[in-house]
C-alpha cells in the first residue's frame, strides 16, 4: 500500500505559479512511478504530467508543456508539480497517483494503483 497527500493548492491570478507536493508513506516509494492528473468540473479526469521512479525520464501533456515542471525527492518521498505561467483553465483539483515501475512514465490512468485526495486549484482572471 501506499499512501499519498497533495498539497500546495489555492487561488492564484492568471500568470502566476503555484507549487504542488505529493507525499507518499507505506511501501518503497522510490520503485513507483509517479503522474500528476486533474478534473475540472464537469470535465473528465485528464494527465498533466509524470515521471519514473528516478526522475530523470518525463511525460508531458501538450497543455503542461513548458510550463509545468515534475519532480521528485526519493529520499524525502515527494514529487511535486511546479506549475508556472498559470491559466484560467488550468483550475481543477489535481491529484498525484502511484503505480508500479514497469515501463516509461505514463499518461493512462488506468496503469495507477493508488491516489490521493486531490488538492484544489484555482486560477482567477
Known amino acids: 500500500q501506499v499512501q499519498l497527500v497533495e498539497s500546495g493548492g489555492g487561488l492564484v491570478q492568471a500568470g502566476g505559479s503555484l507549487r504542488l507536493s505529493c507525499a507518499a508513506s507505506?511501501?518503497?516509494?522510490?520503485?513507483?512511478?509517479i503522474g500528476w492528473f486533474r478534473q475540472a468540473p464537469g470535465k473528465e479526469r485528464e494527465f498533466v504530467a509524470a515521471?519514473?521512479?528516478?526522475?530523470?525520464?518525463?511525460l508531458y501533456a501538450d497543455s503542461a508543456k513548458g510550463r509545468f515542471t515534475i519532480s521528485r525527492d526519493n529520499a524525502k518521498n515527494t514529487v511535486d508539480l511546479q506549475m508556472n505561467s498559470l491559466k484560467t483553465e488550468d483550475t481543477a483539483v489535481y491529484y498525484c497517483?502511484?503505480?508500479?515501475?514497469?515501463?516509461?512514465?505514463?499518461?493512462?490512468?488506468?496503469?495507477?494503483?493508488?491516489w490521493g485526495q486531490g488538492t484544489q486549484v484555482t486560477v482567477s482572471s
Open positions: 497517483a502511484a503505480g508500479p515501475n514497469y515501463s516509461g512514465p505514463t499518461a493512462r490512468a488506468y496503469e495507477y494503483d493508488y
Open positions: 507505506g511501501r518503497t516509494f522510490s520503485s513507483y512511478r
Open positions: 515521471n519514473t521512479w528516478s526522475g530523470s525520464n518525463t
